[in-house]
C-alpha cells in the first residue's frame, strides 16, 4: 500500500494533538479513507481522524491494513517537515514508512506495533446544541479560561449566541460568540443548554485550530462535548469529550 | 501484549484487603491469605503478593517509582468521577483520606467515562493483571508528556474500578496501602496452600532469604512446588536478606549464650552494606536491600580491585573516615555525604573505608551454611586487603576482661561497640533471621562533651600519605596535680590546618627526647616523644572509657582510663604552661556529669 499527503505539516497537526490524547494508535487504511479512533487511557475522552481517499495525490490500498505507532516518535518525525513538504505513506515487512517529499526526501521507518486497544465503533450521539463557529475565538476562550481555572462551560440559551466561560475559584471569563461579531457562521439550539468540561482535555486539541479555518461545536447539559474540525477539505477530525460535574 | 490465560479480578483482592484491616490477629490474617491464594492461579500469584505489600517489585530492584502524587491523584479521581478537581480536593479535605475521597465519589455513579454515554465498550471487571501491568507502565512511563499519560493512565483504572477497588488503588499509588500483613504471615499461608507438610515453611523461607523476592517465592512455588525451592541457590546480584545479631550487656552473659568462645569484632558505626561480585559488575545492597550501588562509586571500585574472587558476595560497613589519619569519623559524616547532590563531590569530602565481616558466596560456592570461622578464612583469602577495603578488627577469645577491654579500644576509636560470634560449627549465617549466633555489644551509657579542655602534648606519630614529613597525630595528656604526671586521654590528628600542620616538626624539634619523658604516664608507644611544654585546646564528642588511655587509670573502672572520643585540634594555648592544663579531676568531672543512658536513637533510612 502507498498514499501521498499533499500537506506532511496538516498532518503533522493532527498527530499533535493526538499524541496529547494516546500514546499509542493505529490508522486503519481501507479502500475508501484512512480512519482512526482513540479512547485516551482515562476513558474520557475520544479522537477520531478521518481522511477520505480523494484528498491524497496518490491512493493505492486494495485491502485493509492497519498502521499502529507510538504517537510521540511519529510526532517527532513529522516535526521536521516544511511548509509544502508532502507525505508517503508506504508500509513493508512489519515496518511503516513515513517519507517527507519536498526539495529531497526523507525517509523514515518506524515498527509497525500492535495496539492493545479494541477497535472502537463509531460514536453515536444527539446533542441539543450545534453551532459552526471560526476557530481562532475558540483557541482564545480556552486559553482565557485556563489561566483562571481548570474547567471551562458552554452554553447557549438562543440562537444568537454561544458563550464559553472560564470558572475559577474567584473569577471568570467570559467568551460571546455572537452572529454580529462574526465569529459565528450558525447557531442551532434545539434546546437551551449548559455544560462544564476539563480544560486539560480541550486544550490538547487547540492546535487544530491551526489547520482548521472553523470548528463546529456540539454539546447539552450534562452530556459530552463536540469538536469537529474540517481539515485539508475534506478530511475531518473530531473530538469527544465527557461532561464534569461542578 | 501476552494473552493472559488466567487471572484474578481485582475485585477479590480488595475483598480480602478489607477484611485484612479489620483484623491484627495473625491466625485470621493468615486464614485469610489462605482463602486468597487458593484462589488465585499461579499465573498472577507473584503479582498478588507484590499488591499485598503496595508494590511493583522488591525494593532492591531499583525499579522507578510510580512518581504520582497527591496533586496527580486528584487529578485522576476528577476524570474517573467527572468531578471537578475542586470538588476531589474539597472531599480529600473533608475526610484527610485520598483513598476515602475517592470511593466516595465513585459510589455516587455519575456517568464519566465517555464510552457510557456512547452506549459503548461496556465497562470489564478489573483484573490483577490490568491493575498491575497499568501501574508498572504508570511507573515505566517518563519523558515529555509522561506526567499527563501517568494521569490518564491511573484515571482509565480508577474508570473502571468499584468505588471499594477506587479506595485502595489510591492507597497504592500513594504507597499508603498499609495492610500490616508481615511476610512471615504470608509465608504460613503460602506454606499452608502449596505445602502438603508444615516442612514446606521453613523451605518458603530459606528461598525467601536467599532471594529476598516473595513474589518470585511464591510464583516458583505455585508453578513447580516445594521441591523447586528447595534447589533454589544464592544469585549474584540478589541480595540475601541480612543475619542479625541480639543484643546483650554484659562480657559474661554473652560466652555464656555463644558456647564459652567468641570471634568479636568492632562494630563499625557506618552503613551495613551486602557486595556482590560478578567479573566487573558491581551491585551494593544496604541492611534494608535497597540497591545503594550508586551512592558508592569509590566502594565499587575497591570491591573490583581488592575482591580476587570472580563471583562473590561479601558482608563489611562502610564507614567515613579521615583520609589523613585513617581514623574512623562519626555515623552523623556518612549521612552529611548521603545529602550531597553531586557523588563526586561528596565522595571527595567525605571519603569513606569498608570493613569486611562475612562472606556468602564466592566462585560458584554458598558459603551461608558454613560456620563462621571458615567463612572469616574465606573472606581473607579472597581480600587483597588495603587501607580502604579491609577485615574488620577482630580478636577469637573466650576471657570477658578480654572482651572488654576490646570493646572499650572499639568504642575509643570510634565505633559503636563489638559484634560477638559464636564459633562453633553450628555457626552457620542465618540469612533474614535474629538470633544468638550474633550478639551485639554497645554501651549503656554515654557522656557528651560539651566543652573544650586544654592538653599537654607528650609524643607523636608520624604522618603518612599527605603528612608525611610532618606528624600524623599528637599524644596529648591531662595534668594528674597530686602525682604531677600527665596522664594521656587521645590521639588527636584532625582539626589541624595545611599551615599549622606544616609548621609542627619545627615547633617541637627542641622538645624531642629518645625515651618517654618520665613525668609522663602512657600505655601507648608514640613514634617520638616530647618534654611536656606545648598546650592545645581540644574538643571531642565524648570522654568516654578506653583500654589504653592512662587518665584516672583503674579509678572509674578496673583496667580502663578515661578517654576522648573523635578528638579535634582547635588551636594552640601559648598562654599556658603544662601544669595549666586541664587536670584529669577535672575530665573524671566532664565524664560524670554529662553521663546519660544511651537511647537508642531512630536513624534515618
Redesign the interface.
Known amino acids: 500500500m502507498k498514499a501521498i499527503l499533499p500537506e506532511a505539516r496538516a498532518f503533522a497537526s493532527i498527530i499533535e494533538a493526538l499524541s496529547r490524547v494516546v500514546d499509542e494508535a493505529s490508522m486503519k487504511f481501507t479502500p475508501e479513507k484512512v480512519v482512526l479512533r482513540a479512547l485516551d487511557p482515562a476513558k474520557v475522552s475520544m479522537f477520531i481522524m478521518e481522511l477520505p481517499s480523494i484528498l491524497f495525490e496518490e491512493y493505492d490500498v486494495e485491502e485493509e491494513v492497519k498502521i499502529g505507532f507510538n504517537t510521540a516518535v511519529l510526532l517527532k518525525l513529522l516535526k521536521r517537515s516544511k511548509r509544502d513538504d508532502k507525505l508517503e505513506i508506504a508500509l513493508e515487512e512489519g515496518y511503516a514508512k513515513f517519507s517527507i517529499i519536498g526539495a529531497y526526501s526523507k525517509l523514515y521507518k518506524i515498527l509497525n506495533i500492535e495496539t492493545a486497544e479494541e477497535e472502537l465503533p463509531e460514536p453515536r450521539i444527539e446533542l441539543n446544541v450545534n453551532a459552526i463557529i471560526h476557530s481562532e475565538p475558540l483557541k482564545h476562550a480556552i486559553k482565557d479560561a485556563e489561566t483562571i481555572g481548570d474547567v471551562v462551560e458552554f452554553s447557549a440559551e438562543t440562537e444568537d449566541e454561544l458563550i464559553i466561560k472560564g470558572k475559577g475559584e474567584t473569577s471568570e471569563t467570559e467568551t460571546r460568540i455572537s452572529k454580529e461579531s462574526g465569529a459565528l457562521i450558525s447557531l442551532e439550539v434545539k434546546e437551551p443548554s449548559k455544560s462544564t468540561y476539563a480544560i486539560e482535555h480541550i486544550k490538547n486539541i487547540v492546535s487544530l485550530t491551526k489547520v482548521a479555518d472553523t470548528v463546529e461545536v456540539s454539546f447539552s447539559t450534562r452530556m459530552p462535548l463536540k469538536l469537529a474540525f474540517t481539515i485539508l477539505g475534506e478530511g475531518k477530525v473530531t473530538y469527544f469529550l465527557a461532561p464534569k460535574v461542578e | ?1 501476552s494473552a493472559v490465560t488466567s487471572d484474578l479480578e481485582f475485585k477479590v483482592l480488595v475483598e480480602i484487603f478489607a477484611k485484612l484491616e479489620l483484623t491484627t490477629k495473625r491466625t485470621e490474617m493468615t486464614a485469610l491469605l489462605v482463602q486468597l491464594f487458593r484462589k488465585t492461579p499461579a499465573e498472577v500469584i507473584d503479582k498478588v503478593v507484590y499488591l499485598m505489600q503496595g508494590k511493583l517489585y522488591p525494593d532492591w530492584m531499583g525499579m522507578p517509582e510510580l512518581g504520582i502524587g497527591e496533586r496527580l491523584i486528584i ?2 479521581i ?10 476531589v480536593e474539597k472531599e480529600f479535605k473533608r475526610l484527610g483520606d485520598l483513598g476515602k475521597a475517592a470511593e466516595i465519589l465513585k459510589a455516587k455513579k ?6 457510557a ?2 452506549g ?2 461496556a465497562v470489564k471487571p478489573l483484573t490483577v493483571t490490568r491493575v498491575y501491568s497499568t501501574l508498572d507502565k504508570i511507573a515505566k ?1 517518563s ?3 509522561s506526567i ?2 501517568k ?6 483504572l480508577l ?2 474500578a468499584t468505588a471499594e477497588e477506587a479506595k485502595y488503588l489510591v492507597r497504592i499509588v500513594e504507597g499508603r496501602l498499609r495492610l500490616g500483613v508481615a511476610e512471615a504471615t504470608m509465608m504460613d499461608a503460602l506454606a499452608i496452600v502449596y505445602g502438603k507438610t508444615k516442612l514446606a515453611r521453613p523451605v518458603i523461607e530459606r528461598a525467601y532469604n536467599l532471594c529476598s523476592d516473595l513474589g518470585y517465592v511464591a510464583k516458583v512455588l505455585a508453578e513447580k512446588g516445594v521441591e523447586a525451592l528447595k534447589t533454589m541457590t544464592v544469585t549474584v546480584g540478589r541480595p540475601i536478606r541480612p543475619m542479625l545479631a541480639e543484643r546483650l550487656s554484659s562480657p559474661r552473659e554473652i560466652l555464656m549464650k555463644t558456647g564459652g568462645k567468641v570471634l568479636a569484632e568492632y562494630k563499625y558505626d557506618g552503613e551495613r552494606a551486602q557486595i556482590h561480585k560478578k567479573g566487573d559488575r558491581i551491585w551494593i545492597f544496604s541492611r534494608r536491600l535497597e540497591n545503594i550501588t550508586h551512592q558508592y562509586p569509590d566502594v565499587q571500585d575497591f570491591a573490583r580491585k581488592h575482591i580476587k574472587a570472580n563471583e562473590a558476595i561479601v558482608e563489611g560497613e562502610i564507614v567515613c573516615i579521615d583520609p589523613d589519619t585513617g581514623e574512623l569519623r562519626p555515623f552523623q559524616e556518612l549521612m552529611r555525604r548521603r545529602r550531597k547532590h553531586d557523588i563526586h563531590v561528596a565522595m571527595k569530602e567525605y571519603p569513606v573505608s569498608v570493613f569486611l565481616f562475612d562472606l556468602l558466596y564466592a566462585d560458584g560456592v554458598d558459603y551461608t551454611q558454613k560456620p563462621i570461622i571458615e567463612r572469616r578464612e574465606k573472606l581473607k583469602s579472597i581480600i587483597e586487603e588495603s587501607d580502604r577495603f579491609r577485615l574488620a578488627e577482630a580478636i577469637v577469645t573466650d576471657n570477658p576482661d578480654e572482651i572488654e577491654e576490646f570493646f572499650l579500644k572499639a568504642i575509643e576509636s570510634g565505633c559503636e561497640g563489638i559484634v560477638a560470634k559464636a564459633i562453633h560449627q553450628n555457626a552457620i549465617y542465618q540469612a533474614g533471621a535474629r538470633g544468638w549466633l550474633w550478639i551485639k555489644y554497645k554501651r549503656d551509657y554515654k557522656s557528651e562533651m560539651m566543652d573544650t579542655v586544654d592538653l599537654v602534648a607528650v609524643g607523636a606519630f608520624h604522618g603518612k600519605g599527605r603528612r608525611a614529613g610532618t606528624y600524623g597525630a599528637l599524644l596529648m595528656a591531662a595534668y594528674d596535680p597530686e602525682a604531677d604526671m600527665f596522664r594521656t586521654v587521645c590521639k588527636v590528628g584532625s582539626g589541624f590546618t595545611d599551615e599549622v600542620l606544616e609548621k609542627l616538626p619545627e615547633m617541637f624539634k627542641d622538645l624531642i627526647i629518645d625515651h618517654k619523658h618520665p613525668r609522663v604516664d602512657s600505655k601507648m608507644e608514640a613514634d617520638i616523644w616530647f618534654v611536656p611544654q606545648i598546650v592545645a585546646e581540644v574538643i571531642g564528642a565524648e570522654i568516654t572509657l578506653s583500654p589504653i588511655h592512662t587518665c584516672y587509670w583503674g579509678k572509674v573502672k578496673p583496667g580502663a582510663g578515661l578517654a576522648i572520643r573523635f578528638p579535634r585540634f582547635i588551636r594552640w594555648r601559648p598562654d599556658k604552661g603544662p601544669e595549666d592544663a586541664t587536670t584529669v579531676h577535672e575530665i573524671l568531672e566532664m565524664y560524670r556529669k554529662q553521663l546519660r543512658r544511651v537511647e537508642e536513637a531512630a536513624r534515618p533510612p
Do not use: C, H, Y
Request: proline share 3%; charged share 15%; no cysteine.
Open positions: 501484549m487529578r485522576a476528577s476524570m474517573a468521577t467527572g468531578f471537578s478537581d475542586s470538588a455519575r456517568q464519566a467515562a465517555l464510552t454515554f456512547f459503548i465498550g512511563t519523558g515529555p508528556g499527563d499519560l494521569v490518564k493512565l491511573l484515571g482509565g474508570q473502571d
